[in-house]
């Protein structure tokens, strides 16, 4: 069975600094790796997926690494704003679609 | 592009009553996904069609919880006789996989049972 791991669960950084979030899986056979944002008490924004034969994928201030043999990916988010403040989940897909979550890293960007 | 999107946005319910819930997936997409996510955790996956086909259904899918995508557009998700631990946030997905695996979300359905 599939586990989804996130570390730290929160994180407090001060504006403009560079961070790292982390996800971890069990099991290697995935067919792709997303990461989401989500706002309190509202649905899941797709930011980047990664297909399992990529190693990573970037979109702005957004890079996501994905390493399936050792079962990791990161989520690096340059230059950190305010409007960045949500939280980040990790989920790891199946061929057919079907996604295993972490619990998420809630970040807070302070001005 | 008008998204996922899914009605009601909040429903508040009495234990032991009946609810349902809609999802309208983005018009071309084929899958469609059902999660729950309660405070704090990740979304748990429910169930998943492929056009009206039902192809998997979670564990957590217990005989109160039903779900429907008759002619392969909109789903419905039907809970009986709710129970109090059946207060969550409840998200539909869909998806286009011949263009990409991508899932998109809606902005949920909270229930809270009293």
């Known amino acids: 069975k599939q586990e989804v791991t996130q570390i730290p669960a929160a994180l407090s950084v001060p504006e403009g600094e560079n961070l790292v979030l982390n996800c971890s899986f069990t099991?290697?056979?995935?067919?792709?790796l997303q990461w989401f944002r989500q706002d309190p008490g509202k649905g899941l924004t797709s930011l980047l997926l990664?297909?399992?034969?990529?190693r990573e994928q970037t979109s702005g201030r957004l890079n996501a690494s994905l390493d399936k043999s050792s079962g990791r990916s990161t989520l690096y988010i340059a230059a950190s704003q305010p409007g960045d403040s949500a939280t980040y989940l990790c989920?790891?897909?199946?061929?057919?679609?079907?996604?295993?979550f972490g619990d998420g890293t809630t970040l807070t960007v302070k001005p | 592009d008008t998204g996922v999107s899914q009605d009601p946005r909040h429903k508040i319910t009495k234990r032991g009553q009946n609810v349902t819930f809609r999802c309208d997936p983005i018009?071309?997409?084929?899958?469609l996904y059902w999660y729950r996510q309660t405070l704090g955790q990740g979304p748990e996956f429910l169930t998943y069609?492929?056009?009206?086909?039902?192809?998997?259904k979670s564990r957590l899918l217990s005989d109160r919880f039903s779900a429907e995508r008759p002619k392969g557009s909109f789903s419905t998700l039907e809970i009986q006789r709710t129970e109090q631990g059946d207060s969550a946030m409840y998200l539909c997905?869909?998806?286009?996989?011949?263009?990409?695996?991508?899932?998109?979300f809606g902005p949920g359905t909270r229930l809270t049972v009293t």
């Open positions: 018009s071309e997409h084929n899958r």
């Open positions: 099991d290697s056979a995935i067919y792709n």
């Open positions: 997905a869909s998806s286009w996989p011949f263009t990409g695996p991508e899932q998109y």
């Open positions: 989920a790891v897909n199946t061929n057919a679609g079907k996604s295993t």
């Open positions: 069609f492929q056009n009206e086909a039902q192809l998997e």
């Open positions: 990664i297909q399992s034969s990529q």
